[in-house]
C-alpha cells in the first residue's frame, strides 16, 4: 500500500516568514512552525518520492523519515518549491541518479540555470520529462502530472494524483483561480472535475482565507482562490465527497489559528485544515 506523507502546509515563504513582524509571525512557537509544502510517498514497490524540493528538506525528510529518495518531482519553479534542489549537491547530500520528474517547460530551465545545470552535469540529478495526462507507472500504482493554470513567468505548473491500490490522491499546492482550472477541464463545478479525476482526497491550495488578506499588495500579483470562496462554492461537504485539506497557507492566514471562526467554518462544513506530517495510506 502506498503512504503519502505531508511534509510542509505553508506557503513558499513558510511560517514564520522571514522579516514579517506582524502578530502572525511574532509569537509562533516552535511546534507551530509550518514548512513550505512538500509531500513524501513511498510506494508499494518500495520506490521512495518527493514532491517539491524546499529549503526545509532537512527536516522534511525527518518528518518523513526516508533519507534517500529517488525520485523528486517539481510542480513548477516558484522559489518555495525549488529552493532545495541544491541540497542534494556535492555541498550537502552529494545524492546520485536522482530521478528529476519535470515538465519540458521546467526541464530547459533547468538546463538554462547554472548551479542546477551542473548538478545534470554531475551526476546528481538525471531528468525524466513528462506531459500533462501521462501515467507513470511503478508497480501496481500511477503517478499522473495534469497542468494547471498558475502565474508561469518561468515554468508551467502541474499538480499530481498519485493512485494507489485502494485510493487517488490529488496534490494541487497552487493555482490561479477556480474559474480558469475549471474551465481548462471544461468544467463548471469543483465536484465536477473531481469527478473526472476519480480522486478520494485532496491537498489543494488553500494560500489565502479571503480576497483582503495581503494588505498593501495587489492580490492579482499573486492570485490563488481564497479557501472562504472555495467552501462557498463547494457548500457543505456530503458522504459521497472528495476529502479536502488546505495546504500551502499564506502566514497571514487565519487557519493556522485553531480557535479562529475561519477554522472552526471550514471544519463545521465538513473540510479540513492539513496537518504538517499527517499520512494517508492510497
Ligand atoms: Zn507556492
Ligand atoms: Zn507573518
Ligand atoms: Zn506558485
Redesign the pocket.
Known amino acids: 500500500m502506498a503512504e503519502a506523507t505531508l511534509l510542509g502546509i505553508a506557503q513558499?515563504g513558510g511560517r514564520p516568514q522571514p522579516s514579517c513582524q506582524k502578530p502572525c509571525c511574532m509569537d509562533v512557537k516552535p511546534d507551530e512552525v509550518a514548512y513550505p509544502t512538500s509531500l513524501g510517498l513511498s510506494m508499494s514497490d518500495e520506490s521512495n518520492h518527493l514532491f517539491d524540493a524546499t529549503r526545509n528538506l532537512g527536516e522534511q525528510l525527518k518528518i518523513w523519515g526516508e533519507n534517500n529518495p529517488k525520485h523528486v518531482w517539481l510542480t513548477?519553479a516558484?522559489f518555495g518549491?525549488v529552493d532545495g534542489l541544491g541540497l542534494f549537491g556535492r555541498e550537502t547530500i552529494g545524492a546520485k541518479d536522482i530521478k528529476l520528474h519535470v515538465s519540458q517547460k521546467m526541464a530547459e530551465l533547468i538546463h538554462a540555470t547554472p548551479q542546477w545545470s551542473l548538478m545534470l552535469d554531475q551526476g546528481v540529478f538525471e531528468i525524466i520529462p513528462f506531459k500533462t495526462g501521462d501515467i507513470i507507472q511503478f508497480g501496481t500504482e500511477s503517478i499522473e502530472p495534469i497542468i494547471v493554470p498558475?502565474?508561469d513567468e518561468l515554468s508551467d505548473?502541474h499538480a499530481f494524483i498519485i493512485r494507489g491500490e485502494n485510493k487517488s490522491l490529488l496534490y494541487l499546492?497552487?493555482h490561479d483561480t477556480w474559474e480558469e482550472t475549471l474551465s481548462s477541464y471544461g468544467c463548471k463545478l469543483i465536484r465536477e472535475w473531481f469527478d473526472k479525476l476519480e480522486i478520494d482526497t485532496a491537498f489543494i491550495d488553500g494560500t489565502f482565507w479571503s480576497q483582503h488578506e495581503l494588505s498593501g499588495r495587489l492580490q492579482s500579483e499573486v492570485p490563488h482562490p481564497p479557501v472562504s470562496q472555495t467552501i462557498a462554492h463547494l457548500g457543505t461537504r456530503l458522504p459521497s465527497d472528495v476529502e479536502i485539506h488546505f495546504i500551502h497557507l499564506n502566514h497571514t492566514n487565519p487557519l493556522y489559528d485553531k480557535s479562529s471562526s475561519a477554522f472552526r467554518t471550514v471544519e463545521s462544513m465538513g473540510w479540513k485544515v492539513a496537518v504538517q506530517g499527517m499520512k494517508i495510506k492510497l
Do not use: K, S
Request: net charge negative; glycine share 0%.
Open positions: 513558499d513548477h516558484h518549491h498558475h502565474r505548473m499546492p497552487d
